[in-house]
Protein backbone atom coordinates (compact mmCIF):
# COMPACT_ATOMS: atom_id res chain seq x y z
CA UNK A 1 0.00 0.00 0.00
CA UNK A 2 1.60 3.27 -0.75
CA UNK A 3 1.60 6.01 2.01
CA UNK A 4 2.48 9.49 1.72
CA UNK A 5 3.85 11.45 4.73
CA UNK A 6 3.56 15.28 5.24
CA UNK A 7 5.35 15.76 7.96
CA UNK A 8 8.01 18.83 8.57
CA UNK A 9 9.30 17.57 11.69
CA UNK A 10 12.62 15.41 10.73
CA UNK A 11 13.45 13.27 13.31
CA UNK A 12 9.51 12.06 13.86
CA UNK A 13 9.09 12.29 10.33
CA UNK A 14 12.07 9.53 9.39
CA UNK A 15 11.45 7.18 12.95
CA UNK A 16 7.53 6.78 11.71
CA UNK A 17 9.30 6.29 8.19
CA UNK A 18 11.39 3.16 9.06
CA UNK A 19 8.17 2.10 11.28
CA UNK A 20 6.17 2.21 8.24
CA UNK A 21 7.90 0.60 6.04
CA UNK A 22 8.79 -2.24 8.91
CA UNK A 23 4.64 -2.95 8.39
CA UNK A 24 5.49 -3.37 4.26
CA UNK A 25 3.88 -0.09 3.79
CA UNK A 26 5.12 1.67 0.14
CA UNK A 27 6.50 5.34 1.90
CA UNK A 28 7.44 8.88 0.41
CA UNK A 29 7.48 11.96 2.61
CA UNK A 30 7.17 15.58 2.28
CA UNK A 31 8.51 18.40 4.72
CA UNK A 32 6.35 20.82 3.07
CA UNK A 33 2.92 21.41 2.75
CA UNK A 34 3.67 22.81 -1.18
CA UNK A 35 5.84 19.53 -2.19
CA UNK A 36 2.96 17.59 0.01
CA UNK A 37 0.23 18.86 -1.81
CA UNK A 38 2.11 18.07 -5.88
CA UNK A 39 2.62 14.96 -4.17
CA UNK A 40 -0.92 13.87 -3.56
CA UNK A 41 -1.42 15.41 -6.66
CA UNK A 42 -0.18 12.88 -8.70
CA UNK A 43 -3.25 10.50 -6.90
CA UNK A 44 -0.98 7.81 -6.50
CA UNK A 45 -1.19 7.46 -2.78
CA UNK A 46 -3.42 4.75 -1.10
CA UNK A 47 -3.43 6.49 2.22
CA UNK A 48 -1.98 10.22 3.31
CA UNK A 49 -0.55 11.03 7.05
CA UNK A 50 -0.99 14.71 7.31
CA UNK A 51 0.18 17.14 9.53
CA UNK A 52 -1.55 20.53 10.27
CA UNK A 53 1.04 22.80 10.98
CA UNK A 54 3.07 23.13 8.40
CA UNK A 55 5.57 25.47 6.07
CA UNK A 56 3.81 26.83 2.96
CA UNK A 57 0.59 24.89 3.09
CA UNK A 58 -1.09 24.08 6.45
CA UNK A 59 -2.72 20.31 6.78
CA UNK A 60 -6.25 21.38 6.53
CA UNK A 61 -5.70 23.63 3.59
CA UNK A 62 -3.93 21.08 1.75
CA UNK A 63 -7.17 18.22 2.97
CA UNK A 64 -9.79 20.67 1.28
CA UNK A 65 -7.72 21.04 -1.85
CA UNK A 66 -7.36 17.35 -1.98
CA UNK A 67 -11.29 16.64 -1.75
CA UNK A 68 -11.91 19.69 -4.19
CA UNK A 69 -9.77 17.63 -6.37
CA UNK A 70 -12.61 14.93 -6.38
CA UNK A 71 -9.87 12.64 -4.51
CA UNK A 72 -10.79 10.17 -2.27
CA UNK A 73 -7.98 8.92 -0.54
CA UNK A 74 -8.39 8.26 3.16
CA UNK A 75 -6.67 10.91 5.28
CA UNK A 76 -5.02 11.04 8.78
CA UNK A 77 -4.48 14.02 10.63
CA UNK A 78 -1.73 14.02 12.98
CA UNK A 79 -0.78 16.65 14.59
CA UNK A 80 -0.10 18.64 18.05
CA UNK A 81 -3.46 19.88 18.59
CA UNK A 82 -5.61 18.51 20.96
CA UNK A 83 -8.35 21.14 21.22
CA UNK A 84 -12.20 19.40 19.92
CA UNK A 85 -12.06 22.60 17.83
CA UNK A 86 -9.26 21.98 15.91
CA UNK A 87 -10.11 18.00 15.49
CA UNK A 88 -13.78 19.37 14.25
CA UNK A 89 -11.73 21.32 11.40
CA UNK A 90 -9.65 19.02 10.31
CA UNK A 91 -12.61 16.55 9.81
CA UNK A 92 -14.54 19.46 8.22
CA UNK A 93 -11.45 19.92 6.12
CA UNK A 94 -11.72 16.79 4.48
CA UNK A 95 -9.89 14.55 6.94
CA UNK A 96 -11.04 10.93 7.76
CA UNK A 97 -9.41 10.16 11.27
CA UNK A 98 -7.37 12.96 13.65
CA UNK A 99 -4.99 11.49 16.25
CA UNK A 100 -3.19 13.97 18.72
CA UNK A 101 0.94 13.95 19.37
CA UNK A 102 2.27 12.31 21.33
CA UNK A 103 0.67 8.84 20.22
CA UNK A 104 0.99 5.50 20.57
CA UNK A 105 2.51 3.71 17.30
CA UNK A 106 0.31 0.81 17.60
CA UNK A 107 -2.72 3.30 17.73
CA UNK A 108 -1.55 4.64 14.41
CA UNK A 109 -1.10 1.52 12.35
CA UNK A 110 -4.38 0.58 13.89
CA UNK A 111 -6.40 3.27 12.57
CA UNK A 112 -3.86 3.36 9.04
CA UNK A 113 -5.54 -0.30 8.89
CA UNK A 114 -8.76 1.01 9.19
CA UNK A 115 -8.44 3.28 6.81
CA UNK A 116 -6.78 1.50 4.20
CA UNK A 117 -9.09 -1.41 4.31
CA UNK A 118 -12.02 0.57 2.88
CA UNK A 119 -9.53 0.38 -0.98
CA UNK A 120 -9.31 -3.40 0.18
CA UNK A 121 -11.24 -6.10 -1.93
CA UNK A 122 -14.07 -8.49 -0.61
CA UNK A 123 -14.10 -11.10 1.38
CA UNK A 124 -13.75 -13.13 -1.28
CA UNK A 125 -10.59 -11.69 -2.19
CA UNK A 126 -12.02 -10.25 -5.48
CA UNK A 127 -12.46 -6.30 -7.12
CA UNK A 128 -15.62 -6.17 -9.49
CA UNK A 129 -16.41 -3.12 -11.82
CA UNK A 130 -19.43 -3.54 -14.51
CA UNK A 131 -19.21 -6.70 -15.43
CA UNK A 132 -15.77 -8.02 -14.14
CA UNK A 133 -14.33 -9.69 -11.30
CA UNK A 134 -10.72 -8.95 -10.58
CA UNK A 135 -8.93 -11.71 -8.16
CA UNK A 136 -6.36 -10.41 -6.32
CA UNK A 137 -5.15 -13.98 -4.91
CA UNK A 138 -4.37 -15.27 -8.59
CA UNK A 139 -4.22 -12.08 -10.58
CA UNK A 140 -6.86 -13.78 -12.43
CA UNK A 141 -9.43 -11.54 -14.40
CA UNK A 142 -13.24 -12.82 -15.03
CA UNK A 143 -16.63 -12.08 -16.84
CA UNK A 144 -19.16 -12.21 -14.53
CA UNK A 145 -21.93 -12.17 -17.34
CA UNK A 146 -20.22 -15.93 -18.81
CA UNK A 147 -17.99 -17.21 -16.67
CA UNK A 148 -14.70 -17.03 -18.67
CA UNK A 149 -11.50 -15.99 -17.18
CA UNK A 150 -8.47 -15.33 -18.21
CA UNK A 151 -4.47 -15.06 -16.34
CA UNK A 152 -3.17 -11.27 -15.98
CA UNK A 153 0.35 -10.42 -15.89
CA UNK A 154 1.92 -8.22 -13.34
CA UNK A 155 1.71 -5.37 -15.05
CA UNK A 156 -1.92 -5.91 -16.24
CA UNK A 157 -3.13 -6.78 -13.12
CA UNK A 158 -2.16 -3.81 -11.44
CA UNK A 159 -3.23 -1.46 -14.30
CA UNK A 160 -6.86 -3.13 -13.78
CA UNK A 161 -6.48 -2.61 -9.74
CA UNK A 162 -6.07 0.83 -10.07
CA UNK A 163 -8.54 1.32 -12.15
CA UNK A 164 -11.25 -0.37 -10.03
CA UNK A 165 -10.02 1.51 -7.14
CA UNK A 166 -10.36 4.68 -8.61
CA UNK A 167 -13.31 3.94 -10.29
CA UNK A 168 -15.33 6.65 -11.60
CA UNK A 169 -12.10 8.97 -11.86
CA UNK A 170 -9.75 9.66 -15.14
CA UNK A 171 -6.09 8.59 -14.36
CA UNK A 172 -3.17 10.28 -16.41
CA UNK A 173 -0.19 7.96 -17.97
CA UNK A 174 1.92 9.94 -15.49
CA UNK A 175 -0.18 8.40 -12.78
CA UNK A 176 0.23 5.21 -14.30
CA UNK A 177 3.75 5.33 -14.75
CA UNK A 178 4.50 6.33 -11.01
CA UNK A 179 2.22 3.97 -9.61
CA UNK A 180 3.03 0.67 -11.09
CA UNK A 181 6.46 1.51 -12.42
CA UNK A 182 7.74 3.86 -9.97
CA UNK A 183 9.34 7.31 -9.08
CA UNK A 184 12.61 5.82 -9.58
CA UNK A 185 11.67 4.22 -13.00
CA UNK A 186 12.57 5.64 -16.43
CA UNK A 187 9.70 4.12 -17.83
CA UNK A 188 8.64 5.22 -21.52
CA UNK A 189 4.92 6.84 -21.46
CA UNK A 190 4.52 4.65 -24.54
CA UNK A 191 5.18 1.37 -22.60
CA UNK A 192 2.27 2.35 -20.31
CA UNK A 193 -0.28 2.77 -23.91
CA UNK A 194 1.38 -0.77 -24.58
CA UNK A 195 0.36 -2.37 -21.77
CA UNK A 196 -3.42 -0.85 -21.76
CA UNK A 197 -3.32 -2.77 -25.05
CA UNK A 198 -2.41 -5.79 -23.71
CA UNK A 199 -5.13 -4.94 -20.76
CA UNK A 200 -7.74 -4.39 -22.83
CA UNK A 201 -7.09 -7.77 -24.88
CA UNK A 202 -7.57 -9.51 -21.68
CA UNK A 203 -10.75 -7.77 -21.26
CA UNK A 204 -11.99 -9.00 -25.14
CA UNK A 205 -10.91 -12.36 -24.22
CA UNK A 206 -13.39 -12.83 -21.58
CA UNK A 207 -15.81 -11.19 -23.24
CA UNK A 208 -16.09 -8.52 -20.81
CA UNK A 209 -18.16 -5.26 -21.53
CA UNK A 210 -16.27 -3.33 -19.66
CA UNK A 211 -13.68 -1.38 -21.35
CA UNK A 212 -10.53 1.18 -20.70
CA UNK A 213 -11.71 4.14 -22.44
CA UNK A 214 -8.87 6.56 -23.82
CA UNK A 215 -9.65 9.93 -22.40
CA UNK A 216 -8.02 12.19 -25.42
CA UNK A 217 -5.37 14.58 -24.02
CA UNK A 218 -5.88 13.27 -20.38
CA UNK A 219 -5.51 9.59 -19.71
CA UNK A 220 -8.01 6.37 -19.14
CA UNK A 221 -10.83 5.92 -17.52
CA UNK A 222 -12.59 2.24 -16.79
CA UNK A 223 -16.25 2.27 -17.95
CA UNK A 224 -19.21 -0.56 -19.14
CA UNK A 225 -21.69 -0.39 -21.33
CA UNK A 226 -24.83 -1.79 -20.08
CA UNK A 227 -24.83 -5.30 -19.30
Not at 39 to 50: C, K, M, N, Q, R
Not at 91 to 107: I, Q, R, V
Not at 133 to 159: F, M, P, W
Request: with cysteine; hydrophobic share 40%.
Amino acid sequence: MKLLLVEDEKRMAQALCEILRLEKYDVDWCADGKAGMNAIESGIYDLIVLDVMLPGKSGFEIAQQTRRLGLKTPILMLTAKGEVDDKVTGLDSGADDYLTKPFMTKELLARLRALGRRNLPSSDGSLTFGDISLDTNTASLRCLTNGQSVRLSEKEYHILEYLIVNQGQVLTREQFAVKIWGFESDTEYNNVEVYMSFTRRKLAFVGAKTEIKAIRGIGYELRCQDV
